[in-house]
């Protein structure tokens, strides 16, 4: 069974911050993973991951790829309140590319 | 998100009744996936679909059926609700590239 571990689960800091996500998985016939952001309605797109040691960036997130020992981490620097919500991440796998979520990480930004 | 809307957007009903939730399309893409979100849980995969009437069982599967007569539109049906089924549920579909999965704006649905 495909298995995707998110942590920490929850996680409370002040604007400025940095903070470091992780994502680890187990998953049969990997295609790539995938990173969103969720406040209260539908997730919204982040960040595709598919390459081993290849940053991905996009303002002040970024994403790294370890196949080898199978995690992801997301960073984001200087948080703002704006960045309050949860992170979700998955894995894409198999031949119709389902995805399997993580329970996310519930990030706070406290100003 | 432009590109695939979800209706209802809420529902109450009693349990024992049918529902049938709709995921609709306007760019074409070939796959179609529902999911449902419950605290503590993520989102878990019901069931997929890889082309006019091309679907398969997801992870949750029980209790709930699909159809996809036309590309643009994949519908969610519970057979006959439970409480249990009291979820907020997303379609997405897949884009291709680097794109990721688009999902829909979800349903509320509320099983009494």
């Known amino acids: 069974e495909d298995k995707v571990v998110q942590s920490p689960l929850s996680l409370v800091v002040h604007e400025g911050d940095t903070v470091t996500l992780n994502c680890s998985y187990e998953?049969?016939?990997?295609?790539?993973l995938l990173w969103y952001k969720q406040e209260k309605k539908a997730p919204t797109f982040l960040f595709m991951l598919?390459?081993?040691?290849i940053e991905k960036k996009s303002g002040r997130l970024s994403s790294i790829l370890d196949k080898k020992e199978l995690f992801s981490i997301l960073n984001i620097t200087a948080t703002q309140t704006g960045d309050s919500a949860i992170y979700l991440c998955?894995?894409?796998?198999?031949?119709?590319?389902?995805?399997?979520f993580g329970s996310g990480t519930q990030l706070t930004v406290l100003p | 998100d432009a590109g695939i809307t979800q209706s209802p957007r809420h529902k109450v009903t009693e349990t024992g009744t049918p529902v049938t939730l709709r995921c609709h399309q306007t760019?074409?893409?070939?796959?179609m996936y529902w999911y449902r979100q419950d605290p503590g849980h993520g989102l878990r995969l019901i069931h997929y679909s890889y082309g006019v009437k091309d679907t398969d069982k997801g992870e949750v599967s029980d209790g709930y059926s699909v159809s996809r007569s036309k590309t643009e539109d994949f519908l969610l049906t519970l057979e006959s609700a439970t409480s249990s089924q009291t979820s907020v549920y997303f379609c997405?579909?897949?884009?291709?590239?680097?794109?990721?999965?688009?999902f829909g704006s979800g349903t509320r649905l509320t099983v009494v």
């Open positions: 998953v049969t016939n990997f295609r790539s």
């Open positions: 997405a579909i897949r884009r291709d590239g680097d794109y990721g999965y688009t």
């Open positions: 598919t390459s081993s040691g």
């Open positions: 998955a894995v894409s796998s198999g031949s119709a590319r389902q995805l399997t």
């Open positions: 760019e074409n893409h070939r796959y």
